[in-house]
């Protein structure tokens, strides 16, 4: 059976109506099911979840109306098109109907290509909504990972910044600025999502760095300082098997690279430095700078913007610099 066979249920208490219906509909390749008054339809249809059901309308105990009623109470079964099948030809009876939730009407006795045709049109625009409503749900099921892992994200992302006290709050402040930069730099879709991803997480490999260096009070010694220049290599050891945040790994990497090639790990030059990790640079040297800490008074903006200024085209992308100045006029 074709996985795309449609399931049709055929609902009438007259043995005779549903055999002509079943010779009518089985060159079509349905998949036929029966039904002989109303209490069983409305248990075949729960079980069977059909794609089209052709209702009489005129059975003992439950008239087809009642029957359709009771349907379009069941959510699963809201959806499906229900063709009357009825000898009923009057406006009132098609009302009753169509306010029963009924989708058409076949008139008895019925054309059997006509029968077909109209089949055929329901079970492919069924088949399309259908076709709709997965599409639908895998975007949201999507939506709903992404959503989870973001919120990972900024768990880790808050885990780092409790770490080290003196940083609290950095991630997020950085992040917010970076994105404005990244804006005013004409950056846009999902480059901007890889941006958030990198910032919340540029000192993820601080992880690697022992505590007793991380949280030194006093000056790291050279073998100290080697270490903590480690921290890039061990972000991206850490990401890069993630492959959904792959993209997001450029800042992580290389936020400490330096414009004049001075910087690490790998002392990447100029435009080598992807545009992230620049834009990122020089947010994360103004946020430290104009941030308290137990060793300095925090620097005034104008102190910081200027140190900025002067750095142009050593530690910083001169254009960054300039397109930072200008957001932060």
């Known amino acids: 059976?074709?996985?795309?066979?449609?399931?049709?249920?055929?609902?009438?208490?007259?043995?005779?109506?549903?055999?002509?219906?079943?010779?009518?509909?089985?060159?079509?390749?349905?998949?036929?099911?029966?039904?002989?008054?109303?209490?069983?339809?409305?248990?075949?249809?729960?079980?069977?979840?059909?794609?089209?059901?052709?209702?009489?309308?005129?059975?003992?105990?439950?008239?087809?109306?009642?029957?359709?009623?009771?349907?379009?109470?069941?959510?699963?079964?809201?959806?499906?098109?229900?063709?009357?099948?009825?000898?009923?030809?009057?406006?009132?009876?098609?009302?009753?109907?169509?306010?029963?939730?009924?989708?058409?009407f076949i008139t008895k006795p019925f054309d059997r290509h006509e029968l077909r045709a109209r089949l055929r049109t329901i079970t492919r625009l069924n088949r399309f909504r259908k076709l709709l409503e997965e599409r639908k749900k895998l975007e949201e099921a999507h939506r709903d990972l992404l959503n989870a892992y973001d919120q990972t994200i900024e768990g880790w992302s808050r885990a780092l910044d409790l770490r080290d006290k003196?940083?609290?709050?950095?991630?997020?402040?950085?992040?917010?600025?970076?994105?404005?930069?990244?804006?005013?730099?004409?950056?846009?879709?999902?480059?901007?999502?890889?941006?958030?991803?990198?910032?919340?997480?540029?000192?993820?490999?601080?992880?690697?760095?022992?505590?007793a260096v991380l949280l030194k009070p006093a000056s790291l010694d050279d073998e100290e300082w080697e270490l903590m220049r480690h921290h890039p290599q061990m972000a991206y050891d850490m990401l890069y098997p993630i492959e959904y945040l792959r993209p997001a790994i450029e800042i992580p990497y290389c936020h400490h690279e330096k414009w004049d090639g001075t910087g690490y790990p790998r002392r990447l030059k100029g435009e080598e430095i992807p545009l992230s990790a620049r834009l990122f640079a020089v947010v994360d040297v103004w946020d430290a700078l104009t941030s308290e800490r137990p060793y300095r008074p925090a620097w005034s903006p104008e102190k910081a913007l200027a140190h900025i200024r002067e750095q142009a085209g050593k530690h910083f992308d001169p254009q960054v610099v300039e397109l930072f100045l200008k957001i932060m006029g």
């Open 166 to 211: 003196e940083t609290e709050g950095h991630s997020r402040r950085v992040t917010q600025l970076t994105l404005e930069l990244a804006k005013a730099a004409g950056l846009q879709g999902e480059a901007l999502t890889h941006i958030r991803r990198g910032a919340l997480l540029h000192d993820i490999g601080k992880l690697g760095v022992p505590d």
């Open 1 to 104: 059976m074709n996985r795309n066979t449609s399931t049709i249920l055929i609902v009438d208490d007259d043995a005779a109506n549903r055999e002509t219906l079943l010779s009518i509909l089985e060159p079509e390749e349905y998949l036929l099911e029966t039904a002989e008054n109303g209490w069983q339809a409305i248990e075949r249809a729960k079980a069977l979840q059909p794609d089209v059901i052709l209702l009489d309308v005129m059975m003992p105990g439950m008239d087809g109306f009642q029957v359709c009623r009771s349907i379009r109470e069941h959510d699963q079964l809201a959806e499906v098109p229900i063709l009357f099948l009825t000898a009923l030809d009057d406006h009132q009876s098609m009302l009753n109907g169509i306010n029963a939730g009924g989708d058409d």
